[in-house]
Antibody
Framework: EVRLVESGGGLVQPGGSLRLSCAAS????????MSWVRQAPGKGLEGVAN????????YYVDSVKGRFTISRDNAQKSVYLEMNSLRPEDTAVYYC??????????WGQGILVTVSS | SSELTQPPSVSVSPGQTARITCSGD??????AYWYQQKSGQAPVLMIY???ERPSGIPERFSGSSSGTTVTLTISGVQPEDEADYYC?????????FGGGTKLTVL
């Protein structure tokens, strides 16, 4: 069974930093792109960042470029999202998702990040 | 920049057919995907590559594509189909999501 479990969320002040982790199990992690998708309260889905299976390609949505860094450790079967210079508009539930040729076919349960003073 | 446009809401009675559209200039060139999200839950993939259905998804869910518009069709809507539905595709910058459509089962 494919399983994705996010951790590391919480409350942070504007300008602060947070590191999200996503632990994967139940599939060959090193064969898949992985993505972070977020959803602000009461809003729709937004792709934040994604990373190729071997880490050689990375994409970010414009609003997080220069502030967020996605990375992965295939030996640990984990993907990370380092978030710096956080803004109130980054407040959202952040989902880790497996990005296959069939779309985002598996999602974690999501982790809440709240940026507020 | 590329966009995907969905109607904010669609309402149908149980047993009727619901159609949710998604429009965007990338759609003739890129596949579309559909996700169902129930309140407080993570999204679930319902349709991939315009019209393919993942295993475990009921047959009443289908997808189609024509030009710049893709359509999610739910035949014989059930009360448990009430949810938000998102289309998704991609452009050169990465994944692209529509704004979502709230399906209400009357």
């Amino acid at each position: 069974e494919v399983r994705l479990v996010e951790s590391g969320g919480g409350l942070v002040q504007p300008g602060g930093s947070l590191r999200l982790s996503c632990a994967a199990s139940g599939f060959s992690f090193s064969s898949f792109w992985m993505s972070w998708v977020r959803q602000a309260p009461g809003k729709g889905l937004e792709g934040v960042a994604n990373i190729k299976d071997d880490g050689s390609e990375i994409y970010y949505v414009d609003s997080v470029k220069g502030r967020f860094t996605i990375s992965r450790d295939n030996a640990q079967k984990s993907v990370y999202l380092e978030m710096n210079s956080l803004r109130p508009e980054d407040t959202a539930v952040y989902y880790c998702a497996r990005d296959s040729s069939s779309g985002f076919d598996s999602w974690g349960q999501g982790i809440l990040v709240t940026v507020s003073s | 920049s590329s966009e995907l446009t969905q109607p904010p809401s669609v309402s149908v009675s149980p047993g009727q057919t619901a159609r949710i559209t998604c429009s965007g200039d990338v759609l003739p060139k890129k596949y579309a995907y559909w996700y169902q999200q129930k309140s407080g839950q993570a999204p679930v993939l319902m349709i991939y590559k315009d019209s393919e259905r993942p295993s475990g998804i009921p047959e009443r869910f289908s997808g189609s594509s024509s030009g710049t518009t893709v359509t999610l069709t739910i035949s014989g809507v059930q009360p448990e189909d009430e949810a938000d539905y998102y289309c998704q595709s991609a452009d050169r910058r990465g994944p692209l999501f529509g704004g979502g459509t709230k399906l209400t089962v009357l």
